[in-house]
Each structure stands twice: as C-alpha cells, then as structure tokens.
C-alpha cells in the first residue's frame, strides 16, 4: 500500500493560486491511479481531479475543469494538483488519494491538508 501525506494548503484569496503536493512511498507507486478528493464540512469527500496510472489520461470535476491541473512525477513520488483561480466554494480539505487500477476503490489516503479561499 502507497503513503501519501499532503502539503500545500492555506490560506488564499479569490482569484489567487495554490498547489498542493502528495508525497507518495512505496515500490508500486508508479503503477498507481492518482487522485484529489476535497470535502467541506457537512459534504461528502468528491473527486476533483485523478489521473491515470499511464500519467496520459486525466479527470477533473466539472466545477474545477480549466482551473485545477493534476500532474504525477514518478521519478519523484509526487502528484501535484495546482488550483488557480480559486473561488471561495474551493474551500475544503483535500485528500491525496491512490488506487492500483484506473478504475476500483481508491485504497490510500492522505492525511489532507485545509485550503481557505476568502472572499
């Protein structure tokens, strides 16, 4: 199983920018789906942005296409997720989370790291 633990959250105004990092451990992590998950309180933990095991295919959530880029670097056992425009209904904790396939229950997850967009 994969380790991974967030970083890069805090505190930005609408409209700002913010990239948050997930370091991963492990021997298969090259092998293994990415994904961003971000919950407020009183909602569930959705998916925002995943890539794939290939580092070829990605998925973004409608609300955050054109403005979240999710990117893997194997070599250095970190995805990326860089937010830029942010609005304050970005507001949640995010959660680095990875799965052994493209498809099937995400199996590691981060701790999750707090970002605050103001308004």
């Known amino acids: 199983q994969v380790q991974l633990v967030e970083s890069g959250g805090g505190l930005v105004q609408a409209g700002g920018s913010l990239r948050l990092s997930c370091a991963a451990s492990g021997r298969t992590f090259s092998s293994y789906a990415m994904g961003w998950f971000r919950q407020s309180p009183g909602k569930e933990r959705d998916l925002v942005a995943a890539v794939s095991r290939s580092g070829t295919s990605t998925y973004y959530a409608d609300s955050v296409k054109g403005r979240f880029t999710i990117s893997r670097v194997g070599a250095k056992n970190t995805v990326y997720l860089q937010m830029n425009s942010l609005k304050p209904e970005d507001t949640a904790v995010y959660y680095c989370?990875?799965?052994?396939?493209?498809?099937?229950?995400?199996?590691?997850w981060g701790q999750g790291t707090q970002v605050t967009v103001s308004s």
């Open positions: 989370a990875a799965r052994p396939g493209d498809y099937g229950p995400w199996t590691s």
